[in-house]
């Protein structure tokens, strides 16, 4: 079942007009529902990391890059950690 913030995400997103069926699985942390939720508010491509194995951190990171119009491929991967993401998204900026 759903913990109080995870419902609190759910929440936002249905006021939001967005279909939190993306999200809305207990499998997601709050903190996961939320970065989906605000990639989904900034019109990216949530696909790319909607999947339990990135953590928050990483998500953001790749939610970052969609904005930033980066080839997230490059670091949207597991195995990297946030702050590898974090690097490697700095030098394609460059």
């Known amino acids: 079942m759903f913990n109080e913030k995870q419902l609190h995400q759910i929440e936002l997103g249905i006021i939001a007009g967005f279909d939190v069926s ?4 207990p499998e997601f942390t709050w903190e996961q529902m939320d970065e ?7 019109g990216v ?4 990391y909607t999947k339990p ?3 928050w951190e990483q998500m953001r990171r790749i939610r970052w890059g969609l904005l930033d119009g980066l080839d997230v491929s490059i670091y ?3 195995e990297f950690s946030w702050k590898q993401m974090e690097e490697v998204r700095w030098r394609l900026l460059k």
């Not at 993306?22 to 699985?25: E, L, M, R």
């Not at 989906?36 to 900034?42: H, N, P, S, T």
């Open 36 to 42: 989906i939720r605000k990639g989904l508010g900034d």
């Open 22 to 25: 993306i999200y809305a699985k």
């Open 53 to 55: 194995e990135f953590d």
């Open 45 to 48: 491509d949530v696909s790319v």
């Open 76 to 78: 949207a991967k597991p």
